[in-house]
């Protein structure tokens, strides 16, 4: 992993009212992933990956008049509990970055933890969309 910056972590935690089964496949299904992974409401997202440690992922956001690539590899896959994977968003943020998610099984849904290493959290957005699984 290059973490040549020493940015603090990005830190999301929300709860959703569905399986940790369903949400973990929504990362992974591409078909699912790419109505909401990089998705701006704006764009459209063509997203292919070979959902396997050590394998890749590859998807491009196309927009009006832009088309951003994002990649990485699989590091660790734990369905339904924990994804690990590298992403490179050159047009973004310099270097590769590491992303967790963890989901957690509660009695009315899960809890999803999500962390960002090596990533400017100063050029991030908030989220526009609250997704119903």
Known sequence: MN???NFP????????????T???????????????????GKNEVDFIADVK?????????????????HSGNYIKINRPRRLLFSLAVPEHFEGISEVSVDIKEKEDGCHL?????????????????????
Not at 22 to 35: K, M, Q, S
Not at 113 to 133: C, G, H, L, M, R
């Open 3 to 5: 973490n040549s910056n």
């Open 53 to 69: 440690e050590g394998s890749k992922f590859h998807t491009v956001e196309k927009g009006r008049n832009h088309a951003i690539s």
């Open 22 to 40: 369903t949400l973990f496949d929504t990362w992974i299904i591409p078909a699912v992933a790419e109505l909401w992974l990089f998705q701006s």
């Open 113 to 133: 933890i999500f962390n960002q290493k090596n990533v400017d959290t100063s050029t991030t957005e908030e989220p526009k969309y609250n997704y119903a699984f």
């Open 9 to 20: 972590a990005l830190h999301l935690e929300s709860v959703y009212n569905a399986s940790a």
